[in-house]
């Protein structure tokens, strides 16, 4: 298994490494000369200096090329992230979920294989999993072992009540993820359960984030504050900062994906927040997203005119970037509107909104008070 990653990203060549946080910048001849040398070359010395100054672990003097660095093949697509669920099923049912309805179902194993492959064609190194709950579905090891082998830099989204298995702990020491980034609802157990509505929910929750820290898996905590545990916040970074996790702290709730309001009741109103102004992003572009039936779209938000890689491999992922312009532009009740140039949501997510009819002190500074 590869211990190390030459890849190019976007308009650059990198070098990194499995489970760790760092990388280098690989200048053009390097990278070339890894990519025309075959696997049972020597790893070269200028490679295994620089290696050995970034990583002092790894030791990979006198090594063939091929047992320790995977080196990727450039991509004409041009897209360097991408995030994918694998599933909309979850063993919690938060109030404040954006998924909305959740449904188990999906596609089966070899076109799950099958589109990571195409990802990887594409491009991707840097690929989130995320569901609904993804360790519950039953193709996530195969399909995260698969995405590994094929040179990605994984982070998985969880919320960590199923991070106590074995079985899962033993792959991501064989393959170590680059994150794994797990959801907060709680501080205590009431709190938590209440907003996750499972009784035993916290029970699971403390006992995954004891074998992640225990196995020292890379972790870093979404804080998501809602009406139910506003008045645990700071318990909340409390706890995150006890036990030598990084976090960060999420109070705006947006609407489900289908453009309802019911989830928006979670919000705390004295946690309503006035976002930065919206600056663009890359969505479409450099990035794409990938639901559970293989339908790709510009990102989690703008979900309209999906792009089926089952059905159209890779070659349907030349629609994307014009389709992520359209979307960006302003329509309906944004036409002309004389703030838009410092508006704080992009359009998909201020669509959503209006669909739910969310009061526009949520989203829209029209409603913010001045």
């Given at each position: 298994?590869?211990?190390?990653?030459?890849?190019?990203?976007?308009?650059?060549?990198?070098?990194?490494?499995?489970?760790?946080?760092?990388?280098?910048?690989?200048?053009?001849?390097?990278?070339?000369?890894?990519?025309?040398?075959?696997?049972?070359?020597?790893?070269?010395?200028?490679?295994?200096?620089?290696?050995?100054?970034?990583?002092?672990?790894?030791?990979?003097?006198?090594?063939?090329?091929?047992?320790?660095?995977?080196?990727?093949?450039?991509?004409?697509?041009?897209?360097?992230?991408?995030?994918?669920?694998?599933?909309?099923?979850?063993?919690?049912?938060?109030?404040?979920?954006?998924?909305?309805?959740?449904?188990?179902?999906?596609?089966?194993?070899?076109?799950?294989?099958?589109?990571?492959?195409?990802?990887?064609?594409?491009?991707?190194?840097?690929?989130?999993?995320?569901?609904?709950?993804?360790?519950?579905?039953?193709?996530?090891?195969?399909?995260?072992?698969?995405?590994?082998?094929?040179?990605m830099m994984i982070t998985v989204s969880t919320n960590?009540?199923?991070?106590?298995?074995?079985?899962?702990?033993?792959?991501?020491?064989?393959?170590?993820?680059?994150?794994?980034?797990?959801?907060?609802?709680?501080?205590?157990?009431?709190?938590?359960?209440?907003?996750?509505?499972?009784?035993?929910?916290?029970?699971?929750?403390?006992?995954?984030?004891?074998?992640?820290?225990?196995?020292?898996?890379?972790?870093?905590?979404?804080?998501?504050?809602?009406?139910?545990?506003?008045?645990?916040?700071?318990?909340?970074?409390?706890?995150?900062?006890?036990?030598?996790?990084?976090?960060?702290?999420?109070?705006?709730?947006?609407?489900?994906?289908?453009?309802?309001?019911?989830?928006?009741?979670?919000?705390?109103?004295?946690?309503?927040?006035?976002?930065?102004?919206?600056?663009?992003?890359?969505?479409?572009?450099?990035?794409?997203?990938?639901?559970?039936?293989?339908?790709?779209?510009?990102?989690?938000?703008?979900?309209?005119?999906?792009?089926?890689?089952?059905?159209?491999?890779?070659?349907?992922?030349?629609?994307?970037?014009?389709?992520?312009?359209?979307?960006?532009?302003?329509?309906?009740?944004?036409?002309?509107?004389?703030?838009?140039?410092?508006?704080?949501?992009?359009?998909?997510?201020?669509?959503?909104?209006?669909?739910?009819?969310?009061?526009?002190?949520?989203?829209?500074?029209?409603?913010?008070?001045?």
């Amino acid at each position: 298994m590869h211990s190390l990653i030459a890849s190019p990203f976007l308009e650059q060549h990198v070098l990194v490494r499995p489970g760790a946080r760092g990388g280098l910048l690989l200048p053009e001849a390097n990278y070339q000369e890894l990519l025309a040398s075959g696997p049972d070359a020597a790893v070269p010395s200028w490679l295994s200096d620089t290696a050995a100054g970034q990583w002092p672990e790894l030791d990979m003097t006198g090594r063939a090329l091929g047992d320790v660095v995977l080196v990727r093949a450039p991509s004409p697509w041009g897209y360097g992230r991408a995030s994918w669920e694998i599933n909309m099923n979850c063993n919690l049912k938060c109030k404040q979920c954006y998924l909305g309805i959740k449904v188990n179902s999906g596609m089966p194993r070899k076109d799950k294989l099958r589109c990571l492959g195409i990802m990887a064609e594409a491009g991707v190194l840097w690929l989130q999993i995320t569901g609904g709950e993804p360790t519950l579905d039953r193709d996530f090891m195969a399909a995260y072992r698969h995405a590994y082998k094929l040179g990605m830099m994984i982070t998985v989204s969880t919320n960590a009540t199923l991070l106590w298995r074995e079985n899962l702990l033993r792959m991501f020491k064989e393959c170590p993820p680059y994150r794994v980034t797990v959801s907060m609802y709680g501080a205590a157990k009431a709190s938590y359960d209440e907003l996750t509505q499972h009784q035993g929910g916290w029970d699971l929750f403390v006992q995954g984030m004891n074998a992640a820290r225990r196995e020292k898996l890379p972790l870093r905590m979404s804080v998501i504050v809602t009406e139910d545990n506003a008045h645990e916040e700071q318990a909340m970074v409390d706890l995150c900062k006890s036990w030598g996790v990084e976090h960060n702290v999420f109070t705006n709730m947006t609407p489900t994906i289908y453009g309802g309001g019911e989830v928006l009741t979670a919000q705390s109103k004295d946690h309503l927040r006035m976002r930065k102004p919206f600056g663009g992003c890359n969505a479409g572009h450099t990035f794409f997203h990938t639901d559970p039936h293989g339908l790709v779209s510009i990102c989690k938000i703008g979900r309209d005119d999906q792009i089926s890689l089952p059905s159209e491999g890779i070659q349907g992922l030349a629609r994307l970037g014009s389709i992520a312009d359209r979307l960006m532009l302003r329509t309906g009740g944004c036409t002309g509107c004389q703030l838009s140039g410092s508006c704080t949501v992009c359009r998909p997510l201020a669509k959503h909104y209006q669909e739910a009819k969310a009061p526009l002190e949520m989203y829209c500074q029209h409603g913010m008070k001045r």
